[in-house]
């Protein structure tokens, strides 16, 4: 079963569990496969059961958080980012991405349905610029991706 550790004190060694139906599972360190890894709003697995004090878990073992992040079909290592910047840039309207190795958002559907522009019309374009310590720079779109919310993901 998968849960989420909602309550962990770490002095006496035991927490909670919210499981996927919404019931909180009491788990002792203990029963932890990987305590070292134990941390509120940590995602877990687990094998429920029941003690004379009602739901509790066992053979809990913490998910590793992932070391990569995906962003439009590029794969980077967190530890390896640099830096990001968010920012706006004017293209023209006609410009579209290349839609065969696009992913699908909903910025490129709704332009999709706009009214035809003219020519020589621009248009505002928020974008996510990335820098990595090996000097690379890697720049999305919100016509690729939901640029606020990478953003968000980078920050934690």
Do not use: C
């Not at 909180?24 to 029963?31: A, G, L, P, Q």
Request: proline letters at 4%.
């Amino acid at each position: 079963m998968n849960g989420t550790i909602t309550t962990w004190f770490e002095d006496k060694g035991f927490g909670f569990i919210k499981d996927e139906n919404g019931d909180n599972r009491y788990f002792h360190v203990i029963k932890v496969a990987n305590p070292d890894l134990i941390k509120k709003d940590a995602a877990v697995t687990f094998e429920p059961t029941t003690n004379n004090k009602g739901l509790s878990a066992y053979a809990v073992k913490v998910v590793p958080e992932s070391k990569y992040i995906f962003i439009a079909g590029e794969r980077l290592k967190l530890t390896s980012i640099k830096s990001f910047v968010v920012f706006s840039e004017e293209v023209p309207v006609e410009t579209r991405i290349d839609k065969e190795n696009a992913v699908l958002s909903v910025g490129m559907l709704m332009n999709s349905i706009s009214p035809k522009a003219k020519p020589g019309e621009m248009r505002t374009v928020k974008k996510l610029a990335i820098t990595t310590f090996q000097g690379k720079t890697l720049i999305f779109s919100e016509d690729e991706i939901d640029v606020d919310a990478t953003a968000k993901m980078l920050k934690v």
